[in-house]
């Protein structure tokens, strides 16, 4: 864990850390403090609050990839008025759609499992077909593994095969796409198709507007994933804790890469650190902030939110963290506001990180070391899980 | 003895020496049953060598006139070698070195690595390396003697009692069983012998080479009694048995005799609930002992064998690999089918393994003296040599199974040429055919290549192609039996 914690270490401004901790451990421990004078609630709030919701389990369905095209991928049709206007909008890229589909490895999660060393693996621990293995495809599809699953037992490849050979496929097919980070984005399945999912409401109806800002785009993100389901991949909590459900295991969700596969030829999960792993992503983000040199060669300006944008995002956001600092500590958020650096969000989430990843890694162990059997877990009761070892 | 036997043991030598080369390192043959569960073979002789007759120290044999001359008797009364055991021992036996071991800066990195103080203190290292420096309340001058490492008594037993007996006249007439009675060790038999190599080239109660030790850095032990023995630079002369047939008779009750231990062994492993558990150094090293590259032999090894699923703990099988062939098992692993079941559950039962080890070793302790009475004759060697190199023994053979086999057929070469006579045999005859195939043997399970600088402690390479060279190798000896 330590070596998590140091290695971003090297790559963010000493002096921007320095201070960056200083403002993460007081700032919040005075909010909280002063909120409910609970210093409890500081351990993990956000875990505790969230643990349970991960993007593909917020009861809603999945839309796939198509839709996002439209906006996330422009230049591939006429420009519309409406497509014209994004262009100018700082706030989008535009090409978030591209990024991800030419650049980032996520897209070819599930033709990992085509390969010839997945076969080799499939061969060796005696499945038929990885590429239709509930177990692989738990981390290697946007699907959530309840989808694959007969009754809870393990991995059924006819309900797999439903899935590949119906209209979901491609899903499946796309690897972990747009909603297994940012939520499910369509309706749920309830009265009248409640819950609503956020691919309505994400989208302007026309031009963006003032409304569309005050409704949407600095609401809440809290606010965004209990009401749409829109994963919260602001918060560092809520955004590692999404990341190491893949990256460090996630037992009840059938994500667990046991010894097992390990010795079939699974590559090592590399020791995770979101920021470390956000920085190695294509990213098809806009940071919050400045600064003065790209950190290390990567020029990375264009993925930082211009300095107006930032400001207006502070102003205006609805979200907790700066909320509270507006309200509560004006004369410290107008310190940061004036001159808000990148090392301030992302040295807040290398700490808040590495805790979450510690604690999901408890939490496999702890899943792991349980005497209970459990249909997703299929090393449940065959403690030492030798995987959890060095 | 013949120059011809001491060439052929030499020989012998040869062919172990770089196989179980690693061994060597910590090489002490030791014996005295201070905190040992009695050996099953024998119960009330053992008994009465636990009446703790004491120790006088290697000391007491060195007198010019007794053991420590100069030259071998002239005479052929008694043992030639006689007089000159303790100078033979003193010069050439690397048990004589076993305390000084503890002394090198090795031994201090391995201690360290433990926590432990100075090795030479350790109660955990002196029980193998100076087994007579342990206990000095068990000295008759109540001093403890660790400079002698493992010396004569620690084989022959305390001499405190049998020290005057045995020098006079009438010693060589008195029954195994007197002797016995006053604590000397009747290692002409050779399951006797077996149990007093084995109690520290094995382990036994006490004395643990365990996964830590190993981590920390002490050899792996691979056992295997007549190969061992042939490196031991031989202070008697060997009469009970035939010589011809002395490797083949070692190798099998040294199979048994290792099991035994073994067995014996995780029986206390098991039982001690402040033992690690499960205890790694019972599991075959090379399953988990490799660079983590993919692809990767070894996980082409773990799909073929049955019942066996990637990354799962295998069961060594170092001291159990021929004990169905010698024990003439018919049904393969039979006696030890449940006990490796157990064993290859990912956290095995302690009180399971204890009982099905210990239900093992009374069987295989109960063969032990049989197999060592047992005469042996050419047809009953050759049959040997056909049984170990038959291909359908195992198809994909552990580097451990395979080495395992090698160093049987070794054996039963040696006893086989001896009783024959053909040692000088001439090109292209079946013995020398068979020679040709064990040098090739040898040189295929060699952990690193000849004139390799690098120390590698595990085979690197054992795949597909190398079984199968292996495996051809072992044809070649099944085609050649000359089967009366």
Redesign the interface.
């Known amino acids: 864990m330590s070596r998590d914690i140091l290695q971003p270490i090297t790559k963010i401004t000493q002096y921007g850390l320095l201070l960056a901790i200083a403002c993460l451990v007081v700032v919040p421990l005075t909010l909280w403090a002063q909120e409910g004078g609970n210093q409890a609630e500081f351990v993990c709030p956000t875990l505790h609050e969230k643990q349970d919701a991960t993007p593909l389990a917020m009861g809603r369905r999945l839309v796939g990839t198509l839709g996002c095209e439209r906006c996330h991928l422009l230049g591939q049709g006429e420009l519309t008025e409406f497509s014209r206007s994004l262009l100018d909008d700082p706030w989008v890229l535009n090409n978030e759609y591209a990024t991800w589909r030419n650049s980032d490895r996520h897209a070819q999660a599930y033709a990992t499992l085509l390969g010839k060393?997945s076969k080799?693996m499939g061969?060796?621990?005696?499945v038929a077909d990885v590429s239709r293995d509930a177990r692989c495809l738990a981390c290697h599809a946007t699907v959530p593994v309840e989808w694959m699953t007969d009754d809870k037992m393990m991995a059924n490849p006819a309900t797999v095969g439903a899935i590949l050979d119906g209209p979901g496929s491609a899903l499946v097919t796309n690897g972990i796409s747009c909603e297994a980070c940012h939520g499910a984005a369509g309706n749920g399945t309830g009265p009248n198709e409640t819950p609503k999912g956020w691919n309505g409401p994400h989208k302007p109806e026309g031009l963006i507007t003032e409304a569309f800002k005050s409704t949407w785009r600095f609401n809440s993100i809290a606010d965004k994933q209990a009401t749409n389901g829109f994963y919260d991949v602001r918060s560092p909590a809520s955004r590692t804790r999404m990341c190491v459900s893949c990256h460090v295991g996630d037992p009840e969700r059938g994500r667990l890469v046991?010894?097992?596969?390990?010795?079939?030829?699974h590559?090592?999960l590399p020791a995770f650190e979101v920021e470390t792993f956000m920085r190695d992503m294509p990213p098809h983000w806009r940071v919050l902030g400045t600064s003065e040199a790209p950190v290390d060669s990567r020029p990375d300006t264009l993925h930082q939110k211009p300095a107006n944008v930032t400001r207006e995002f502070l102003e205006r956001t609805n979200d907790s963290y700066f909320a509270k600092l507006r309200t509560d500590k004006p004369a410290l958020f107008n310190a940061i506001t004036d001159n808000f650096h990148t090392s301030f969000d992302r040295t807040r989430s290398l700490a808040v990180g590495a805790i979450v990843t510690w604690a999901q890694s408890s939490r496999v162990t702890a899943a792991l070391a349980s005497e209970e059997s459990h249909p997703l877990i299929p090393s449940a009761g065959?403690?030492?899980?030798?995987a959890v070892f060095e | 003895m013949s120059t011809s036997h001491t060439n052929w043991l030499s020989n012998c030598a040869l062919f172990s020496a770089l196989l179980v080369g690693t061994v060597s390192h910590g090489d002490e043959f030791a014996t005295s049953s201070f905190e040992e569960i009695p050996p099953p073979h024998s119960t009330a002789r053992t008994e009465a060598v636990i009446a703790m007759p004491k120790l006088v120290g290697s000391a007491s044999c060195t007198a010019a006139s007794c053991h420590g001359g100069s030259d071998r008797a002239r005479v052929s009364i008694g043992d030639p070698w006689s007089p000159v055991a303790y100078s033979m021992w003193i010069a050439s036996d690397p048990h004589a070195h076993s305390y000084s071991t503890l002394l090198t800066d090795e031994s201090a990195r391995m201690v360290a690595k433990l926590g432990l103080g100075a090795a030479h203190e350790q109660q955990a290292c002196l029980a193998c390396h100076a087994p007579e420096g342990l206990h000095s309340e068990f000295t008759v001058s109540h001093r403890s003697t660790p400079f002698d490492g493992v010396g004569c008594e620690a084989c022959h037993g305390p001499a405190e009692r049998w020290l005057d007996p045995h020098k006079n006249a009438g010693w060589a007439g008195q029954s195994a069983a007197h002797k016995e009675s006053l604590g000397f060790r009747d290692l002409d038999d050779l399951g006797i012998r077996s149990h007093a190599c084995a109690d520290c080239h094995v382990g036994s109660p006490g004395r643990d080479v365990n996964h830590d030790l190993i981590a920390a850095g002490h050899p792996r032990l691979m056992f295997e009694m007549s190969a061992l023995h042939a490196r031991l630079p031989k202070h008697w002369r060997d009469e009970r048995d035939s010589i011809q047939t002395l490797d083949a008779k070692l190798w099998s009750v040294g199979q048994a005799v290792s099991a035994t231990k073994s067995l014996a062994q995780l029986e206390a492993r098991a039982a001690n609930p402040h033992a690690a558990w499960p205890e790694f150094s019972e599991y075959d090293c090379y399953a988990c002992h490799h660079n983590l590259a993919e692809p990767s032999w070894r996980q082409e090894n773990s799909a073929l064998r049955t019942g066996s699923k990637p990354g799962s703990l295998r069961w060594g099988e170092w001291n159990y690999a021929l004990l169905p062939l010698v024990r003439g098992e018919t049904d393969g692993d039979g006696l030890l089918a449940e006990l490796r079941q157990e064993m290859s559950q990912t956290l095995p039962n302690r009180d399971r393994a204890r009982s099905l080890a210990q239900s093992a070793r009374w069987s295989v302790a109960a063969d032990v003296s049989s197999l060592a009475a047992m005469p042996l004759d050419l047809y009953q060697i050759e049959e040997t040599l056909r049984r170990i190199s038959q291909p359908e023994l195992v198809v994909n053979p552990s580097w451990d199974f395979a080495a395992q086999r090698f160093l049987g057929l070794a054996a039963m070469h040696y006893s086989s040429v001896a009783s024959s006579g053909q040692w000088r045999s001439q090109p292209g005859t079946a013995a020398s055919n068979r020679r040709l195939s064990l040098v090739e043997l040898r040189r295929l399970l060699q952990f690193a290549a000849p004139g390799e600088q690098s120390r590698y402690n595990s085979p690197q390479q054992w795949d597909a192609v190398r079984r199968q060279q292996v495996r051809e190798q072992f044809d070649v000896i099944h085609a050649g039996v000359d089967h009366p």
């Open positions: 060393r080799r061969s060796l621990l005696g046991t010894h097992e596969m390990y010795a079939a030829g590559p090592p065959r403690w030492p899980e030798l």
